[in-house]
């Protein structure tokens, strides 16, 4: 193995490792500081978005996270460059 790609190596393994495990995280883009909050964000206020999305399906990307999500979906049998490597291999 070459000291660039070892060096590279130890860099990405450091990486990952430090802080918190993994790379995203999940934060509230919404106040939850009172019951009022909650009410809106949930039961009895979540009603609302969800008959305005039932009636015009588009409304998603107003009302949810839909236009800022993507999924990565992989069982680990053909990691690109790496090959068969597992599941769990393939999350980072």
Do not use: W
């Not at 790379?23 to 919404?30: D, F, G, M, R, S």
């Not at 015009?56 to 949810?64: I, N, Q, R, V």
Request: some cysteine; glycine content about 8%.
């Amino acid at each position: 193995m070459s000291s660039k790609k070892n060096k590279l190596d130890q860099e990405a393994l450091a990486f990952h490792a430090s802080g918190r495990p993994g790379k995203l995280e999940i934060t509230a883009t919404k106040p939850l500081l009172s019951q009022h909050d909650l009410s809106l964000a949930y039961s009895p206020g979540v009603a609302a978005p969800c008959l305005a999305i039932e009636k015009d399906p588009d409304a998603a990307y107003d009302y949810t996270a839909k236009g800022n999500l993507i999924a990565v979906i992989s069982n680990g049998t053909a990691v690109l460059g790496l090959g068969d490597i597992g599941a769990a291999a393939s999350k980072p």
